[in-house]
């Protein structure tokens, strides 16, 4: 499945709030499954819905790792991955 295949909200009964967002979006990206082992910063701002100046301040913070081979970004699918576990906010129950 192409990251362009994906309509991250039509199955998301519980977004309402932003960890509710982010909850869905991490359980999208560790279920699709993709040959890919890396994506552009494009692919990244449409994965995650957020604009590209939010990206680039994600990684100008350090919260997100990539690899920037003759001056573009690529992102591991591993450092997504891991990018979204660590803001993951678990429910109560």
Known sequence: MAINDINLWSDCT???TDSQKIN????LVINTKSD?????????CKMLNI???TLDNYCSQGLIAYSKPQRKRYFFK???NDFLRKYRVRSRN
């Open 14 to 16: 519980r977004c309402d």
């Open 24 to 27: 869905h979006l991490a359980n």
């Open 36 to 44: 890919k082992d890396f994506y552009t910063s494009k692919e990244v």
């Open 51 to 53: 604009t590209s100046n």
């Open 78 to 80: 591993e450092d997504i």
